[in-house]
Each structure stands twice: as structure tokens, then as C-alpha cells.
């Protein structure tokens, strides 16, 4: 049974690490020129911000899990 959610949990470590990649990614995109576009991702960046913080606690989660197995 230790063995299923070792899997588990380190499946879920890499898709949260993927996640915040893809978020790092974005932020380094930039912003767009036009201002109607660039409105838009602001909003976005600031869920984006909830987003990698909620995703940064779960993996800080998993991690300490994965170091008690």
C-alpha cells in the first residue's frame, strides 16, 4: 500500500511541478502592447499569483510526505 501512494504522490508532485513551470512561463511572457489585452492579464496574473502560492503549499505537502515514506 506505501508503495500505491509513493506513485501517487509522486505523479501529483510532477504535475504541480509542471504547473508552476507552465505559471513561471506566462509571468515571463510578458505583457501585451494593447491595453484592453494587457487589462485582461493583469487580472489573470493575480490568480495566476493564488494559483502558484496554493500550488507551491501542496507541493511543500507532498514533498514532506514523500521524505516520511
Known amino acids: 500500500m506505501a508503495e500505491d501512494e509513493k506513485t501517487i504522490l509522486l ?3 510532477d504535475e504541480l511541478r509542471e ?3 507552465s505559471i513561471e ?3 515571463r511572457a510578458g505583457l501585451d502592447p494593447d ?3 494587457r ?3 493583469l487580472e489573470n496574473r493575480e490568480v495566476l499569483e493564488g494559483i502558484a502560492k ?3 503549499e501542496e507541493l ?3 514533498e ?3 521524505a516520511e515514506l
Do not use: H, M, P, S
Open 25 to 27: 512561463n506566462d509571468f
Open 60 to 62: 511543500t505537502r507532498i
Open 54 to 56: 496554493a500550488t507551491e
Open 19 to 21: 504547473r508552476l513551470v
Open 11 to 13: 505523479q501529483k508532485r
Open 64 to 66: 514532506k510526505k514523500l
Open 39 to 41: 487589462a485582461i492579464q
Open 35 to 37: 491595453a484592453e489585452e
